[in-house]
């Protein structure tokens, strides 16, 4: 089956640039999202990239898919203390129905 | 819209003891999933419908877990007996046909019944 990692943790300051980073195995995914949780929360969408971009921008967020090394990053810019959270990538696979998640990565905003 | 809601929210029984999670989807929507949440394995997907109908069911880990969706605006995942290793949290989130013509199946989440069993 599909196997998407992601680091744990991560740290920053206010006002920096937080890159989360995930990789996957399947390569006939079609779709790559990105979720926020926050504590006692479900998952929100934040966003999510076709496979055949390259490069998704909204607003103060940057989706990059490198579907050669099957990497995908979210880059926060000017991260705020709001957006600590859990983030978590995942990726469509099962003929469009089944959304695999990453273990997710902690973002700890600092002051 | 209220988003898709779930109950109860928080739920605490002793091992053996049936346990009843529901989950009502947003309006409109075709597809229901419901996710299972630990520290150890993440988010894992149980089972899904679609128009009411179970389509996958590989994730439901074993026997003791059951999935029903009886109508289109209602489900329950029921745990008979319950034991200490269920606890987790549990999701449910609800997609469209719609946002599937874009090929993007954009699931929206519940916020969750965190159950532990004693």
């Known amino acids: 089956g599909e196997d998407v990692e992601q680091s744990l943790f991560l740290s920053v300051r206010e006002g920096d640039s937080s890159v989360i980073n995930c990789t996957y195995t399947?390569?006939?995914?079609?779709?790559l999202y990105w979720y926020k949780q926050e504590p006692g929360a479900g998952l929100q969408l934040l966003t999510y990239i076709f496979s055949n971009m390259d490069m998704k921008q909204d607003q103060r967020l940057t989706v990059l898919l490198n579907k050669k090394d099957k990497h995908l990053s979210l880059r926060i810019a000017d991260t705020q203390t709001g957006d600590s959270a859990i983030y978590f990538c995942a990726v469509l696979t099962g003929g469009g129905n089944k959304l695999t998640f990453g273990t997710g990565t902690q973002l700890k905003v600092e002051l | 819209d209220a988003g898709v809601i779930q109950s109860p929210r928080h739920e605490v029984t002793e091992m053996g003891q049936e346990v009843t999670l529901r989950c009502k989807p947003i309006?409109?929507?075709?597809?229901l999933f419901w996710y299972r949440q630990t520290m150890m394995r993440g988010l894992e997907l149980l089972i899904y419908?679609?128009?009411?109908?179970?389509?996958?069911d590989s994730g439901m880990p074993e026997d003791r877990f059951s999935a029903k969706m009886p109508n289109a605006s209602f489900s329950t995942l029921k745990i008979q007996p319950s034991e200490p290793r269920d606890s987790a949290v549990y999701f449910c989130?609800?997609?469209?046909?719609?946002?599937?013509?874009?090929?993007?199946?954009?699931?929206?989440f519940g916020a969750g019944s965190r159950l532990t069993v004693l």
């Open positions: 399947d390569s006939s995914s079609t779709y």
């Open positions: 419908f679609n128009n009411n109908v179970p389509i996958d």
């Open positions: 989130a609800s997609s469209s046909h719609r946002d599937r013509v874009s090929g993007a199946n954009v699931l929206t």
């Open positions: 309006s409109g929507h075709d597809y």
